[in-house]
């Protein structure tokens, strides 16, 4: 044995003898941590056991005892640090993952708003769609049923829709365009209680409202009105009516001539579009006309009437001509009227200058660059363009010298106030001079009587037009000769 820093082995430290044999027997050393025991000790000790051998003998067993104090206090400092770090990590960890559920939850929740805002919303104007509109409409009239709307309603809805129609009409900057843009709306509103008690009337009766806001011009609110509306259910039902009859192929045209040199030689016809209706009877082109213009049927009709004159004006006599009325509608999708002129023409053979084209000056007023340049394609076609209805509109000179048109068509409320005032005559006067000063040719409608042809015809008129000439007729009917005066009853 040997003498240790701090105690030696003896009988009442059995561990230690045990060790001391256990090195002693096998040869092996052995070492452990344990507290200095003693108060001379240090405070952590390591103790092994070294035998001593000679030879193959083992002659004793040295005890080594180390201070390991100083690296016990680091040893416990490490262990404490790491063990600080390793629970600073954890709870790291923890709340990482705390957060990220919390964020997936939130994520889904907003998904689940999204989704059920969608399904009840318009996506592009974020308000409520048709379906889930009806349906919150049905709850608010069964929640007010029995409370029914006094004038103060009245009064907040017009108050809403003003609001409405004022925000709206502000200028909206969009990205990406420079400039801002400027949009109108039309309110149409119907009460409750009022004008109806169920959603389905009150929608119906608002929708009414809203055509007839929408029909009197391009912002506005209007109130459901049984006998206005009235009106408007009657052009829905006309628009229903036209679009059968534009495709069973109903629509006819009657051709009303037209005579130059004094009301002698006939120089053509103008074509007049005719519905016989199978309950209403004839409906006049001045009612379905509008009705096709405002709900996109013009077009067709449109196309039908060209084709159906051109064909027709094609089986006559040259240079006989067939005049076009064109609705202003037929100019707004750009130059496609070209195209159908050509085809018109192409169709039928008809020479381009036996067609004439009637415009009227609403057309001139939007637009009017697009106009004239489709116009001046129109023209070189080889067609005739006519200005009809000359001094009932705007009747500004502008569109004269800015179009060289080839006849100015005077309107019959003109030709009906000759000889009854003389500022007609002299508007009428001043109308020939003006337009033969323009090389353009004039017509004059709604000749009804011979004291209005002689007078036309003094005032230098080219081309006359009317009752006292002859009457829109089907092309069976029409008879190419000069006039004798003959008045031929129109006939269904
Ligand atoms: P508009 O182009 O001014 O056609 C002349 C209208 O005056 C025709 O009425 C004709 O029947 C009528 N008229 C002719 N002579 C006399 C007369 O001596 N006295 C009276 N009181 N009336 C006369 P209609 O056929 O009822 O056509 C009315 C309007 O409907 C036409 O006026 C034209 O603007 C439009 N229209 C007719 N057919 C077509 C068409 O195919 N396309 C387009 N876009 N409009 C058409
Ligand atoms: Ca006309
Ligand atoms: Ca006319």
């Known amino acids: 044995d040997s003498d240790s820093p701090g105690t030696r082995a003896t009988a009442a430290d059995p561990q230690r003898q045990q ?29 092994s056991f070294v035998p001593l051998r000679h030879g193959t003998q083992t002659i004793g067993v040295a005890e080594i005892v180390l201070d390991q104090s100083a690296s016990a206090v680091t040893t416990a400092q490490s262990f404490r640090r790491a063990a600080l770090l390793a629970g600073l990590a954890m709870a790291l960890c923890i709340a990482a993952a705390a957060t990220l559920v919390r964020q997936r939850a939130r994520q889904e929740q907003r998904l689940h708003t999204r989704a059920s805002f969608l ?30 709307n006094s004038n103060g309603d009245s009064q907040s809805v017009s108050a809403l829709a003003q609001r409405m129609l004022a925000r709206l009409a502000e200028p909206h900057d969009l990205p990406g365009l420079s ?15 009022v004008d109806g008690t169920d959603a389905g009337s009150l929608l119906h009766n608002a929708e009414l409202a809203l055509l007839r806001a929408k029909s009197n011009g391009r912002s506005g609110w209007s109130f459901y009105d049984a006998s206005l509306d009235r009106r408007l259910q009657e052009r829905r039902a006309l628009a229903h009516d036209l679009s059968q009859a534009l495709s069973q192929g109903w629509l006819r045209l009657h051709f009303q001539p037209l005579y130059g040199d004094a009301g002698h030689t006939l120089t053509g016809y103008e074509a007049l579009a005719r519905w016989p209706h199978p309950s209403r009877g004839f409906v006049p082109p001045a009612e379905f ?24 004006a094609a089986s006559w006599p040259a240079p006989l001509s067939v005049a076009v009325n064109l609705s202003a509608a037929q100019f707004r999708r750009g130059d496609a009227i070209v195209g159908e002129v050509a085809a018109a023409l192409a169709a039928s053979g008809l020479a381009p200058q036996r067609l004439e084209l009637e415009i009227t000056e609403s057309l001139l007023i939007n637009h009017t ?112 000769r000069e006039n004798e005066v003959v008045v031929v009853l129109e006939t269904a």
């Not at 009840?120 to 349906?135: I, K, M, P, Y």
């Not at 697009?370 to 705007?394: C, E, K």
């Open 19 to 47: 060790q001391a044999r256990h090195a002693a027997q096998h040869g092996a050393s052995a070492a452990q941590l344990s507290r200095g025991q003693g108060a001379s000790a240090p405070a952590m000790v390591s103790t």
């Open 119 to 148: 399904a009840e919303h318009d996506v592009l104007t974020g308000a409520l769609n048709h379906s889930h509109f009806s349906r919150r409409l049905e709850q608010a009239c069964r929640h007010s049923n029995g409370r029914r």
């Open 179 to 193: 400039e801002a843009v400027h949009i109108s709306a039309c309110v149409g509103a119907a009460l409750h209680g």
């Open 289 to 312: 006309i509008p009705v096709a213009e405002d709900n996109g049927q013009i077009e067709a009709l449109g196309r039908w009437v060209l084709d159906a004159a051109c064909h027709e």
């Open 369 to 480: 660059q697009q106009v004239l340049a489709t116009l001046q394609a129109l023209r070189g076609l080889g067609v005739r363009i006519a200005m009809d209805d000359f001094g009932t509109g705007y009747s500004s000179l502008a569109y004269l010298w800015r179009f060289p048109f080839d006849k100015l068509k005077i309107d019959r409320a003109l030709t009906q106030g000759l000889g009854s005032d003389a500022r007609v005559d002299a508007v009428v006067r001043s109308i020939v001079t003006l337009a033969h000063s323009l090389s353009i040719k004039v017509n004059a409608e709604g000749v009804e009587t011979a004291a209005q042809r002689d007078a036309l015809c003094q005032h230098g008129c080219d081309e006359l037009q009317g009752y006292l000439l002859g009457r829109p007729m089907p092309a069976d009917r029409l008879v190419h």
